[in-house]
């Protein structure tokens, strides 16, 4: 007797698949619309109308890059690396609210992640660098940062041999391998290899619906629906094109700092007054503090201000819970990078610079 209403609960129950599954087909395709996986690996970069095929990715140009990314030594102190404010084992980031560069001064603001970078239209948040290659010169120059030079970094390449091969077996056709440009050349194909692929919603976008949670799916609707998708869209959710900080309501100071006026001090465009990259989410879960500022350090609180300021509305604790939840599922496989062993020093090495 007891069997029966045991086995009705479970035909109801069977009963219901097929609409989950339709459900689950029609917000698929709806976030098919929007997004794109990430794909395991990459073997080509920088393909354009004009030149589909790219730039291909080599092994020598990537592992002289894992060396220059992590060495210290690129750095006028001897003390700072790519590595310092973009930790491979942190999200690509540094976990601060703005980073600590030469003479322990604090930059103006927060490290952006370099992992999945290679995805975004053109780096730093003001866009002011069109590819990972130009963005690698400009830490090494700033005086906040690395404080170091062109002719210096390349002295201290050419005083160590290991070096000089490595850059003759990445660049077999240059006449003077040992360049800046090279430098930067090999850093963005390394860091062209940081992806993370394999998020619960990559494989929730590939066809498994079991991949996420009801209340992720209730999330990824939320997100679709209240509009988050004007500036967070593609393959990184985010990282396209500009958008004014507050759309509708500009956020308080110690959001946006009046000093801060955005893309401005790229274009002199009035119009790009407070004007910033759409932030990447992929990973965000891992990337705390938040904003160009960070001083967000709670990834709910930053859903509430960008509903406010970008969409001019307030969403209800559920809706912003399941936004949170959601957003936990773009975290990808975590690349795992081998600490190299850099070439020793020579006499002829620059001393490092006092901080």
């Not at 690395?146 to 210096?152: E, F, G, L, R």
């Not at 850093?187 to 079991?210: C, R, V, Y």
Request: glycine letters at 8%; charged letters at 20%.
């Amino acid at each position: 007797m007891k069997l029966v209403p045991l086995l009705s609960a479970t035909a109801v129950a069977l009963s219901a698949l097929p609409a989950l599954a339709a459900e689950d087909a029609e917000l698929r395709e709806e976030a098919q619309f929007y997004f794109e996986a990430i794909p395991t690996e990459i073997s080509v970069i920088k393909q354009t109308e004009d030149q589909p095929e790219g730039v291909p990715l080599t092994s020598e140009k990537i592992e002289l890059g894992r060396w220059l990314f992590f060495d210290p030594r690129m750095s006028s102190s001897g003390l700072i690396s790519c590595q310092t404010c973009h930790n491979v084992g942190l999200g690509g980031v540094d976990g601060l609210a703005v980073s600590i560069g030469h003479g322990w001064q604090s930059g103006p603001r927060n490290s952006p992640t370099m992992l999945n970078a290679i995805f975004n239209a053109a780096q730093f948040w003001d866009g002011r660098a069109a590819d990972l290659a130009e963005q690698a010169k400009g830490p090494v120059q700033a005086s906040v940062e690395m404080s170091n030079t062109p002719d210096a970094v390349v002295e201290t390449l050419n005083s160590m041999p290991e070096y000089v091969e490595a850059f003759q077996t990445a660049f077999p056709g240059d006449n003077d391998p040992v360049n800046f440009d090279n430098f930067a050349e090999a850093i963005e194909q390394f860091e062209a290899t940081l992806i993370t692929p394999n998020s619960k919603f990559d494989l929730f976008l590939n066809g498994d619906d079991d991949a996420m949670s009801e209340q992720e799916k209730r999330g990824l609707q939320a997100f679709m629906e209240t509009g988050c998708t004007a500036c967070h869209y593609g393959v990184n959710f985010g990282g396209q094109d500009y958008h004014p900080f507050g759309v509708i309501a500009r956020p308080g100071a110690e959001v946006l700092p009046a000093g801060d006026r955005g893309r401005f001090e790229v274009t002199q465009t009035v119009d790009d007054e407070y004007v910033f990259r759409a932030s990447p989410l992929r990973n965000i879960a891992l990337t705390a503090p938040y904003f160009h500022s960070g001083v967000v350090w709670d990834l709910k609180e930053a859903v509430q201000i960008m509903s406010s300021s970008q969409l001019g509305t307030e969403l209800s604790d559920e809706q912003v819970d399941d936004i949170v939840a959601f957003l936990h599922t773009l975290t990808g496989d975590q690349p795992e990078v081998v600490h190299p062993i850099l070439p020793m020093r020579r006499d002829e090495t620059p001393l490092p610079a006092p901080m």
